[in-house]
């Protein structure tokens, strides 16, 4: 059964680092299309970033350039780094995963497979 679990939330000030890992367990099956969603207090779900099978990635325009999400086949996890970290990153951060050949937003959004949330706060 695919279950995701998300780890490396916190808190941090502004400008600072954290760095997010999401371990997916029957790896193999949802490997195709991965990927990560934050969604803070009255507000909808948005993407973050996501990464398909052939290392393509696709970033939120606010986070490009400062989160790098990546893979690993040999630990069967999806990290996401963020730095130079802004009040406007607060949100509950979550882990998805698809078997899709057409890795797109979209598509991941629609996944039945979704990690439970960790929660990352920065301050000032």
């Known amino acids: 059964q695919v279950q995701l679990a998300e780890s490396g939330g916190g808190s941090v000030q502004t400008g600072g680092s954290l760095r997010l890992s999401c371990k997916v367990f029957e790896y193999s099956r949802v490997r195709f299309c991965m990927g990560w969603f934050r969604q803070a207090p009255g507000e909808e779900r948005e993407p973050v970033a996501i990464?398909?099978?052939?290392?393509?990635?696709t970033y939120a325009d606010s986070v490009k350039g400062r989160f790098t999400v990546s893979q690993d086949d040999a630990k069967n996890t999806l990290d996401l780094e963020m730095n130079n970290l802004k009040a406007d990153d607060t949100a509950t951060y979550y882990c998805?995963?698809?078997?899709?050949?057409?890795?797109?937003?979209?598509?991941?959004?629609?996944?039945?497979?979704w990690g439970q949330g960790t929660q990352v706060t920065v301050s000032s």
């Open positions: 990464i398909g099978s052939d290392g393509t990635t």
């Open positions: 998805a995963a698809r078997s899709t050949i057409t890795c797109t937003v979209t598509t991941l959004a629609g996944t039945r497979h």
